[in-house]
């Protein structure tokens, strides 16, 4: 079982920076590609970004290429979103996910592919 507690959250101006956090247990042996997806109420949840297990591979939405940055660390079993130019737009709840089938160095944007998901972090974003 895996399981992820993301943090970093918070209510930022317009043009400001966050960092969210997401903390995983690991089984041994198994790497997971990991990614971050963000809700809003009424709406399906949308693909922000991903790191494959390798930490080769990323990809990211178009709505956030060049102001998202995704990261691991794999000593702290921690993946990072740095969050630069937030717009109001990008006021989500986000969440982190663990692909446990994927291969060393691919990603996906479907959140289907996940397997295990955290409990979520409110980004709020004020104009």
């Known amino acids: 079982q895996v399981q992820l507690v993301e943090s970093g959250g918070g209510l930022v101006q317009s043009g400001g920076s966050l960092r969210l956090s997401c903390a995983y247990s690991?089984?041994?042996?198994?790497?997971?590609?990991m990614g971050w997806f963000r809700q809003v109420p009424g709406k399906e949840r949308e693909f922000v970004a991903a790191i494959s297990w390798s930490g080769i591979t990323t990809n990211y939405a178009d709505s956030v290429k060049g102001r998202f940055t995704i990261s691991r660390d794999y000593a702290k079993n921690t993946v990072y979103l740095q969050m630069n130019s937030l717009k109001p737009e990008d006021t989500a709840v986000y969440y982190c996910a663990a692909d446990s089938g994927a291969s060393y160095s691919s990603v996906t944007n479907n959140p289907q592919e996940y397997d295990y998901w955290g409990q979520g972090t409110q980004v709020t974003v004020s104009s």
């Open positions: 690991r089984r041994p042996f198994i790497g997971y590609a």
